[in-house]
Structure formats: C-alpha cells, structure tokens
C-alpha cells in the first residue's frame, strides 16, 4: 500500500486514537532514540522521538501496536494494512 505524504499525519492521528483504545499513552520525545512500546509502573507507554519524519512515526507506532495486541480489534481494512506494512518495515 502506497501512502502519499501528506496522508502520514492522519494515519498517525488514527493510530493514536487506537493506541487510546487499548489504554496506551502516546508519547512525543526528544532524544537519541527510536521508540517502542513499554510499560511504566503498569502504565502502557508508547513513547516516539518527535524529530523522526511522519512515516517513521507511523513504523513506530503501528509495530507497538501490534505488540498491544489488535489482533481482536475492529480496524478499517487501510488502517490494518498500513499496520501490518508498517509494523514488519520496522
């Protein structure tokens, strides 16, 4: 599946919310990493280096994502197959 650029930032928005459904906390940071997943003091935390392109923050996301477990979940078919992608590009 092709994503054009401009279209990165809504799949992302998507992406946040679905993480909110799972009772994750999305996270933008600055710093020498490239994100992930983890858990806080049993507070599900996906944290993303804010200076990382759009398409890379999608990468991040949707593997964490897939970490959280969707697998039961309702998805728009475009956002399972941008996940699926997304997460093995990782």
Not at 37 to 44: A, D, G, N, V
Not at 56 to 67: C, G, P, Q, Y
Request: net charge positive.
């Amino acid at each position: 599946m092709k994503i054009k650029e401009k279209e990165f930032e809504k799949v992302l928005q998507e992406l946040k919310e679905l993480a909110h459904q799972l009772g994750a906390k999305v996270r933008f940071e600055k710093g020498d990493f490239k994100g992930g997943y983890c858990l806080l003091r049993e507070s599900k935390i996906i944290v993303i280096n804010k200076m990382a392109n759009h398409q890379r923050k999608v990468m991040i996301l949707s593997a964490a994502l897939k970490e959280l477990g969707i697998e039961e979940m309702y998805l728009s078919p475009k956002i399972r197959e941008v996940i699926d992608e997304m997460a093995e590009s990782k």
